[in-house]
């Protein structure tokens, strides 16, 4: 399994990710959640599905790990590899992060101009609250970390709507994973996890569309009370 190691798993687009899922599920302890979860948080794409579900049905099917632990050390790490974001965004500046985005290595990470820049609105219209509730969004849960740092964020803010976020998110995939480890048997985990991942998706899709609405609802009627006024 060495091959796993090498350079290319960077690389979403040349990662084998069954083989990793195999290897995963062989290997799997609070140490590897802890690393991989830092790699998910940061800019190199890498799916948390991936890593949480499997680490608590092997908490059922193995008995060797707990799954509150699970959902904690993953939490942390997703809370390392976000501030590895927010200070690299805050010491670098804009001009940097969106040549990086316009890179080959940038494109490779699956980090595209478009992406930051949807970030860097999707923070400016949600502020703060934005580091929270972007943890839960396909896409955005990478990449909000970025405009927090170039934004200059308070950083105790930072870490207390992240960590909230990110607790959230790892609680939603640590209960799926711990579902299936009394539903399914371990050939059928992966196809089980994709097929939930997909739900997640849309619910987190579902989500930004409620957030969106419900804000757009206050700003206007915000306006309307300060016109009556």
């Not at 200070?87 to 290595?105: C, E, K, N, Q, T």
Request: proline share 4%.
């Amino acid at each position: 399994m060495e091959h796993l190691f090498y350079p290319d798993l960077l690389a979403f687009s040349l990662f084998d990710a069954h083989q990793f899922f195999l290897w995963f599920c062989e290997h799997a302890g609070y140490w590897f959640v802890f690393i991989f979860m830092i790699i998910e948080s940061s800019f190199i794409p890498f799916p948390s599905e991936l890593i949480v579900p499997p680490a608590a049905y092997l908490a059922v099917s193995r008995g060797d790990m707990n799954i509150f632990m699970i959902i904690i050390v993953a939490t942390a790490g997703a809370l390392v590899g976000a501030l590895f974001n927010y200070y690299i965004s805050l010491w670098i500046g804009r001009p940097i992060v969106y040549r990086f985005a316009d890179s080959r290595f940038g494109h490779a990470c699956l980090i595209t101009r478009e992406k930051v820049n949807k970030a860097e609105e999707y923070f400016d219209r949600h502020g703060a609250m934005s580091t929270l509730i972007g943890r839960l969004i396909p896409v955005v849960r990478q990449l909000i970390s970025i405009p927090a740092g170039l934004a200059k964020m308070n950083i105790y803010k930072f870490i207390i709507f992240t960590t909230i976020g990110a607790l959230i998110w790892n609680i939603i995939l640590g209960i799926l994973g711990y579902t299936l480890g009394h539903m399914v048997p371990f050939d059928q985990l992966e196809t089980q996890i994709e097929k939930y991942n997909s739900y997640l998706s849309w619910a987190g899709f579902l989500l930004l569309v409620g957030v969106a609405a419900f804000l757009a609802y206050n700003a206007a009627k915000n306006k309307n009370s300060k016109d009556h006024n």
